[in-house]
């Protein structure tokens, strides 16, 4: 009968390569996991360029009402800086947590009657970088939105006001979910794709593909100097006109810059600059 020991002297290379496999894959699964705690607040300046004549035009074709933010199209003149987006970031382990507050600057929230952007998404953290759990947007003195994952049932729920209510809608997803706030932080503590890809993303009100295509790498004039950033932009269809473009920094990988092209329901570009690197 063998011995354990000679068992071992026997198989030695075939054990040693399989704990080199099992260390292999275990590393791999939780290198984002294991990495350095992050929490670090990333502030934005907004700015916003509106087509008058376009969004008047929608609203007569439509008959829709006015949104609460119309006086943005009255105020502003081709481009102009609107508010100050501030994100606080958590990655610890294998959760995170990113509340994000829009406050606009002095005459527009004069206009605007002092309405902010608040934003939350909160969820786990894997070798695929960040899956939403649980993302509620309030814009001002609309509704709250809730978007909450179900993850057993591969599905994603859509909510007003409270998730304690029965759900607005809901839509199946493969994979993991993203949302607004994460899609700028993904890829923090992880390569930036080589090549093109496509994420599920919420906005809180529904859940939609983004192929985001990596264009070139140029030098982003940032702070005063120029940093090196690679871009990426989303493709677009008939049924899906709105462009996005985000530049990230190619060392740390967080976004300098995104550009929102939206449709013609709104006539306006929607564009935010990173003030500093705080990581």
Not at 139 to 166: C, H, M, Q
Not at 199 to 212: A, C, E, H, K
């Amino acid at each position: 009968m063998k011995t354990m020991g000679s068992c071992l002297k026997t198989h030695k290379p075939k054990i040693i390569s399989f704990l080199l496999l099992i260390c292999a894959v275990f590393v791999s699964v939780n290198a984002l996991a294991q990495a350095s705690p992050i929490n670090a607040q990333f502030e934005y300046d907004l700015k916003v360029t509106v087509d008058a004549n376009k969004r008047a035009a929608y609203l007569a074709k439509t008959k829709e009402e006015p949104s609460a933010y119309e006086a943005v199209y009255k105020i502003a003149n081709g481009s102009m800086s609107v508010a100050v987006v501030s994100d606080q970031v958590k990655i610890d382990g294998a959760r995170y947590h990113i509340s994000s507050k829009g406050m606009l600057l002095a005459g527009m929230s004069t206009a605007l009657g002092g309405q902010t952007l608040i934003r939350d998404s909160v969820g786990s953290v894997n070798a695929n970088g960040l899956q939403t759990n649980t993302y509620q947007e309030k814009r001002g003195n609309t509704d709250l939105l809730i978007a909450k994952v179900e993850a057993p049932k591969n599905s994603i729920n859509f909510y007003k006001v409270s998730s304690r209510t029965p759900p607005m809608g809901l839509a199946p997803y493969s994979g993991g979910v993203l949302d607004m706030l994460t899609v700028g932080y993904q890829f923090i503590g992880r390569d930036l794709p080589s090549k093109s890809i496509v994420l599920q993303v919420t906005d809180g009100r529904s859940l939609r593909n983004y192929t985001l295509v990596r264009g070139e790498a140029w030098e982003f004039p940032f702070g005063g100097t120029k940093v090196k950033a690679i871009r990426y932009y989303k493709t677009v269809s008939k049924d899906d006109t709105a462009t996005f473009e985000i530049w990230f920094s190619e060392k740390e990988h967080v976004p300098l810059r995104s550009i929102i092209g939206l449709s013609d329901q709104y006539g306006a570009t929607i564009q935010a600059d990173l003030k500093k690197i705080p990581i």
